[in-house]
């Protein structure tokens, strides 16, 4: 059986894709909080071989020993699912709060790559492999208010082509995933646990769950060794583009 590491699988899009693809692959998952992370590999080692790593993506040193100290029975990484993420605000660039523009940079760009470096590392000798980087519709085009976080997933599109384009002679695929809204814990950390605001987002239209992005990932995966699918952008019915979303309103 192949093995997938996975970032940021406590909660949200992670935890959902861990939980899909338990039965198709051993998995490494990893995550900030070590009381969740136990919680899941009790539940998923029902299904599967499961490995914990305690590490945040926006701590360079700690990515590269967390992922060197893997266990040899773990250190064959097939999958690699750039899932961990952050948004922080929604204000004006002018306004928006340094510190939390520096987060969404570190965790959505620069983490990415220290993972991704970390792994190939493992990868490489191999010959064969799959990178997977979940993006965002804000990735593809801009919107008020959001100009950093748009700026870290614009990074994230960029860095999948251009690893497409660098690891081709290496055998591994790249894969580009860009969800539109998707209801998870997502805005609660955007909005500062502002649970009004949180709902708000979603109010008026059905999004899309962490359950549907965590279907499309294993789709991917499930693909023959000669398939690779490059760009999946996903939206739920009532949106149309980043910034155009159907809402029903209230008489």
């Avoid at 990893?30 to 490995?51: A, F, I, P």
């Avoid at 959505?108 to 519709?137: C, D, E």
């Avoid at 995933?177 to 209801?183: K, L, Q």
């Avoid at 950390?189 to 962490?210: H, W």
């Amino acid at each position: 059986m192949k093995t997938a590491l996975i970032t940021g699988a406590t909660s949200g899009i992670g935890m959902a894709t861990a939980k899909r693809i338990s039965k198709d692959f051993r998995l490494i998952i990893c995550g900030r909080r070590q009381q969740r992370l136990d919680e899941l590999k009790n539940e998923l080692s029902k299904t599967t071989d499961v490995h914990t790593l305690n590490f945040d993506v926006c701590d360079k040193k700690a990515v590269f020993e967390q992922i060197d100290s893997l266990p040899e029975d773990f250190r064959k990484i097939d999958v690699l699912i750039n899932n961990a993420g952050n948004a922080h605000g929604l204000a004006p660039f002018q306004d928006a709060d340094l510190e939390d523009l520096e987060q969404m940079m570190d965790g959505n760009s620069k983490g990415l790559i220290y993972v991704t470096k970390a792994v190939l590392s493992l990868m490489i000798p191999q010959k064969s492999g799959h990178i997977v980087n979940i993006s965002s519709t804000a990735g593809k085009d801009v919107y008020p208010n959001g100009t950093t976080y748009c700026a870290s997933k614009w990074a994230v599109e960029a860095l999948s082509r251009g690893m497409r384009l660098d690891l081709l002679p290496l055998g591994i695929k790249v894969t580009n995933i860009a969800p539109g809204m998707v209801e998870t814990g997502f805005s609660m950390v955007r909005f500062k646990g502002d649970k009004q605001k949180s709902d708000n987002t979603y109010a008026g239209f059905t999004p899309l769950s962490a359950e549907d992005i965590a279907e499309t990932i294993h789709f991917a995966l499930m693909q023959p060794d000669h398939v690779q699918l490059a760009d999946i952008t996903v939206l739920p019915k009532a949106q149309a583009s980043v910034t155009s979303i159907l809402k029903e309103t209230k008489n």
